[in-house]
């Protein structure tokens, strides 16, 4: 079945970007919409954005200035930039699989594949 | 602060019937569907409930979920202590070009 796992640096400086990679096995990337979440220590879930194979991309509006989520069909990954971090971008950070649909005309959304989180200190 | 309204923390005893709830608005819960995860501690999050009501294979019926307006509550009944969790509503909003919002979770205690 398929898996997602998550990489990248585990402690990023104050103002630097935040870079990770969430690689997809066991199944194509293809035909799928894939997302990034985040939860703070502590703290509940934050829906970070999404992006379809094809590189159609949708971000939370209260991060949206910030995030940037590329998909690379060739390597069965997708990423994660995050620029201008601060300590509250501190968190595990999940790579999800979406499934999206429209049902009876109104939008299906959820994630059903995660992957294990990884957790990321923004600290200097 | 997040979009959608849940209690903090909620408990049961084992055998129990326990109800979380979560408030929302028009543009979220009011218009589209509400999906519930079940974060036992230490793992990612499961999706537990999905289209409101329906539930993934392996899920067991103990788990169910409903929707009145612009509101949503997942049920647990025969309440086990591996359900001690936090559980999370989520749905999507339709404001701006559309988005994810979750509800700042409940923390289920087995007493």
């Known amino acids: 079945q398929v898996q997602l796992q998550e990489s990248g640096p585990g402690l990023v400086k104050p103002s630097e970007t935040l870079s990770l990679t969430c690689t997809v096995s066991?199944?194509?990337?293809?035909?799928?919409?894939w997302s990034w979440i985040r939860q703070p220590p502590g703290k509940g879930l934050e829906w970070i954005g999404y992006?379809?194979?094809?590189?159609?991309?949708n971000y939370n509006p209260s991060l949206k200035s910030r995030v940037t989520i590329s998909v690379d069909t060739s390597k069965n990954q997708f990423s994660l930039k995050l620029s201008s971090v601060t300590a509250a971008d501190t968190a595990v950070y999940y790579c999800?699989?979406?499934?999206?649909?429209?049902?009876?005309?109104?939008?299906?959304?959820?994630?059903?594949?995660w992957g294990k989180g990884t957790t990321v200190t923004v600290s200097s | 602060q997040s979009v959608l309204t849940q209690p903090p923390s909620a408990s049961g005893t084992p055998g129990q019937r326990v109800t979380i709830s979560c408030s929302g608005s028009?543009?979220?819960?009011?218009?589209?569907?509400v999906y519930w995860y079940q974060q036992l501690p230490g793992t990612a999050p499961k999706l537990l409930i999905y289209?409101?009501?329906q539930r993934p294979s392996g899920v067991p019926d103990r788990f169910s979920g409903s929707k009145s307006g612009t509101s949503a509550s997942l049920a647990i009944s025969g309440l086990r202590s591996e359900d001690e969790a936090d559980y999370y509503c989520?749905?999507?909003?339709?404001?701006?070009?559309?988005?994810?919002?979750f509800g700042g979770g409940t923390k289920l205690t087995v007493l």
């Open positions: 999800a699989r979406d499934q999206i649909t429209m049902v009876q005309g109104v939008i299906q959304y959820y994630m059903d594949v």
């Open positions: 066991g199944g194509s990337i293809s035909s799928y919409y």
């Open positions: 992006i379809y194979y094809s590189g159609s991309t």
């Open positions: 028009s543009s979220n819960i009011g218009s589209n569907y």
């Open positions: 289209r409101n009501n």
């Open positions: 989520a749905a999507w909003d339709d404001s701006l070009s559309g988005f994810v919002v």
